[in-house]
């Protein structure tokens, strides 16, 4: 569905700062599929997340989106179809407005009009949705969403994305920024509506056990490329330490990076 | 003399809107507004004795305005232009601009000239006194404008606009162009303002090129006085808080105007008063802000300490 082709993207080329963050990578992301993605800090992840989503243009290299090329679609536009989450809970809402003012907002993708759409169908049906979430959200529609923690902006966050079904979603380490007890709560959440709405998905995660777990497939990065594409029985299979194992085979280096590990 | 401070509140305050929607709602603070104003007015002058139906000048005042908002907007898009900047770039530029649509000279006196407010007093001639008449008209113009923002603030569009200054990226996120809203926000404030210099140049009885010397920092103080009176995350009580700051900021200067003379002041020092205002104002909501942090985590404490 999603296709990545010979992607590279350098930051301050010609500079003595200038850095490949990804180097000539290629992914093929296919409708149904569930991604993990692990790598240390600097690995490139999120660039490539940036590079999906649109949010940077790739120095060389070209992304497909069923079969057509959208290398140089703005980002507004691929987010009509690429749904995204990220560490930052402040970021998926706008804390000085109202709940339903909130999802009013994310229930349409593109260009809005003068209309006026929300009504009390509508709050009836946002009320419905909110419950689902079980946190007694629905019976605050008109409070402002910076009210709410951290845990429950995420939720809110994932709960508008799931409604407006993108095609893919990337989620950047979106339970990093939560205490232990709201980060499994949204992990759950995920994996649950991941399965409602048949959504494609792609995760960013520093927890490998959490890598393991979930997702059909599971890629590990490292300097700006993909060293290791795991699916299926094979991804079944693995164990963390099997995956220090590949990483030493293939880098012929350990994994230096103490927070893959501990986690 | 009372009329006179509800009036001026109430033209003023179809500016302060204006620039409620740039500073509070979109997070543009944009100093167009001291170029817009003096244009609308200057529009509303030209058009009045070139023998214009002034509702029709009125309209034209408006679509000018917007018309300036959009060049700053524009600027700032896509030369990636700070939009302080892209703002005093317009502001000066309209500046020449404002002496041209003036006919080559810095005022245009409306004397002798109809206009909306000599309507209103033909009309009201014998059932009230005509600067009665003239508040009734403000009250109702201004109202409207405002019930019509409202409305607009609860429309699909206007919400993408009201979380645009509050989370860019959660607006991008649901497949809408950023640099068209920041486009429609920044022209319909300063079509607003337009508005606001034309009202104010039939109310004054001219249009001056220096009109809007430091209207912006006159707005701005205006929505912080509105800030004080009620909080509430509810776009009609928004607005009504701008109007209630509008006429406050004018009595405000009304009082400095007629009773300043008592410790010395001078009409010329109502700007370091403004300025000061402002100081003022920023610093009680920071003492607020500090203050209400301290008591969360002095809550939080507490919690964890049972």
């Known amino acids: 569905m999603i296709e990545l082709q010979k992607v590279t993207k350098v930051f301050n080329p010609g500079t003595p700062n200038e850095n490949v963050a990804v180097r000539n990578l290629s992914l093929n992301i296919d409708s149904g599929d569930f991604i993990t993605v692990i790598g240390s800090n600097g690995s490139g992840k999120t660039t490539l997340f940036n590079l999906i989503g649109g949010s940077y243009q790739p120095t060389r290299g070209s992304i497909f989106a069923h079969n057509k090329d959208v290398t140089r679609e703005p980002e507004y536009k691929r987010s009509c179809y690429i749904g995204r989450i990220f560490q930052d809970p402040l970021l998926g809402t706008a804390g000085n407005m109202s709940l339903e003012h909130n999802m009013m907002i994310c229930t349409y993708k593109g260009m809005k009009s003068l209309k006026k759409n929300l009504n009390a169908k509508r709050r009836a049906y946002f009320r419905e949705r909110l419950s689902d979430l079980n946190m007694g959200l629905e019976d605050r529609l008109k409070d402002n969403v910076g009210l709410l923690s951290g845990g429950q902006r995420q939720a809110l966050t994932l709960l508008m994305m799931a409604l407006s079904e993108p095609e893919l979603i990337l989620l950047d380490e979106h339970t990093a920024a939560l205490d232990p007890h709201n980060a499994e709560m949204v992990l759950n959440l995920t994996t649950r509506f991941v399965n409602e709405y048949n959504l494609t998905t792609v995760m960013i995660t520093h927890n490998m056990h959490q890598a393991l777990q979930y997702g059909n497939r599971l890629i590990m990065m490292d300097k700006g490329e993909i060293i290791l594409n795991v699916s299926g029985e094979e991804k079944k299979k693995l164990t963390v330490n099997g995956l220090i194992e590949r990483f030493r085979k293939i880098r012929h280096q350990d994994i230096d990076n103490d927070e893959l590990l501990l986690s | ?306």
């Open chain 2, 1 to 306: 003399m009372i009329e006179g401070i509800f009036v001026e509140g109430l033209a003023y305050g179809i500016m302060v809107l204006g620039v409620f929607i740039t500073f509070r709602i979109l997070d543009f603070p944009d100093l167009t507004v001291d170029g817009s104003f003096p244009l609308g007015a200057a529009v509303m002058a030209s058009a009045i004795t070139a023998g214009w139906n002034p509702l029709i000048a009125l309209g034209i005042a408006f679509l000018s305005g917007w018309a300036a908002g959009t060049v700053t907007a524009l600027i700032h898009n896509k030369l990636k232009v700070p939009n302080l900047l892209a703002g005093i770039l317009t502001m000066t530029m309209l500046w020449s601009i404002n002496i041209r649509v003036l006919g080559n000279r810095a005022n245009l006196p409306l004397i002798r000239q109809s206009h909306m407010l000599t309507w209103v007093r033909g009309i009201a001639e014998g059932i009230m006194s005509p600067s009665m008449a003239v508040l009734l008209f403000f009250v109702v113009v201004t109202i409207a404008i405002k019930l019509l923002i409202d409305l607009f603030f609860l429309t699909d569009l206007g919400m993408t606009l009201g979380a645009l200054g509050n989370n860019e990226q959660m607006v991008t996120n649901q497949g809408v162009n950023v640099e068209i809203i920041k486009i429609i926000g920044v022209s319909l404030s300063n079509g607003l303002v337009a508005v606001s210099g034309a009202m104010i140049a039939q109310y004054q009885g001219f249009a001056d090129v220096n009109l809007g010397q430091g209207i912006i920092i006159a707005g701005l103080a205006s929505v912080m006085i509105g800030e004080f009176l009620m909080r509430s995350n509810r776009i009609w009580v928004l607005t009504t808080r701008v109007l209630l700051g509008s006429i406050l900021y004018r009595a405000l200067m009304y009082l400095g105007r007629y009773y300043g003379y008592y410790i010395n002041l001078t009409p010329s020092d109502l700007k370091l008063i403004t300025g000061l205002l402002i100081i003022v104002s920023l610093i009680i909501t920071q003492l607020r802000k500090e203050r209400s942090h301290f008591e969360r985590e002095e809550a939080a404490s507490e919690k964890k300490n049972i």
